[in-house]
T-cell receptor, first 113, second 114 residues
Framework: AQKITQTQPGMFVQEKEAVTLDCTYD???????LFWYKQPSSGEMIFLIY??????QNATEGRYSLNFQKARKSANLVISASQLGDSAMYFC??????????FGTGTRLTVIP | EAQVTQNPRYLITVTGKKLTVTCSQN?????MSWYRQDPGLGLRQIYY???????DKGDVPEGYKVSRKEKRNFPLILESPSPNQTSLYFC?????????????FGPGTRLTVL
């Protein structure tokens, strides 16, 4: 069975600081993909970053990077130089097998001025 | 513009009154799915479709129906809505079978069942 765990219901970070949002996963499928989505208060789901299970390097997209530790089954999102607009709900998700995505319960990030 | 559209965006209805939430994508994606989002539970998949006339249950299918008669459309049907179906619903689509397959989400439909 596939499972995604986000243990931080809420996080606070000072503006311009870096923050790490935790995500662990469990799957027996050797081929899988890990995603992070941002959901601002307006409700839409915004794709941030993707990491494939066979990718050798950690994914990066601008200020977002994914700290992928395969042996630990973790895929933490690192946001550098936090901005007020980063305040949102963040979801980690995993695709395994077909295209079905399994989501964690989310982490609400608040950036403090 | 590549997008997934959902209608309506907001709906308040009463128990037992059949409703349909439409979903349409213009990217020629084979795969489409429906999710519901509830506080503390994240997004859970309701139904998915890998192509026209091919649909299957997700994690929480009870009380829902879907159909896929055309590639671009994937409506979600609640035959007899109940208050526990009050939720935020998302439709999503992607190409099927690629390794990197970002799912494109619709804007969401906020449903309240009284």
């Amino acid at each position: 069975a596939q499972k995604i765990t986000q243990t931080q219901p809420g996080m606070f970070v000072q503006e311009k600081e870096a923050v790490t949002l935790d995500c662990t996963y469990d799957t027996s499928d050797p081929s899988y993909g890990l995603f992070w989505y941002k959901q601002p208060s307006s409700g839409e789901m915004i794709f941030l970053i993707y990491q494939g299970s066979y990718d050798q390097q950690n994914a990066t997209e601008g200020r977002y990077s994914l700290n992928f530790q395969k042996a630990r089954k973790s895929a933490n999102l690192v946001i550098s130089a936090s901005q007020l607009g980063d305040s949102a709900m963040y979801f980690c998700a995993m695709r395994a097998g077909a295209n079905n995505l399994f989501f964690g319960t989310g982490t609400r990030l608040t950036v403090i001025p | 513009e590549a997008q997934v559209t959902q209608n309506p965006r907001y709906l308040i209805t009463v128990t037992g009154k059949k409703l349909t939430v439409t979903c349409s994508q213009n990217m020629n994606h084979e795969y489409m799915s429906w999710y519901r989002q509830d506080p503390g539970l994240g997004l859970r998949q309701i139904y998915y479709s890998m192509n026209v006339e091919v649909t299957d249950k997700g994690d929480v299918p009870e009380g829902y129906k879907v159909s896929r008669k055309e590639k671009r459309n994937f409506p979600l049907i609640l035959e007899s809505p109940s208050p526990n179906q009050t939720s935020l619903y998302f439709c999503a689509s992607t190409f099927f079978g690629t390794d990197y397959n970002e799912q494109f989400f619709g804007p969401g439909t906020r449903l309240t069942v009284l």
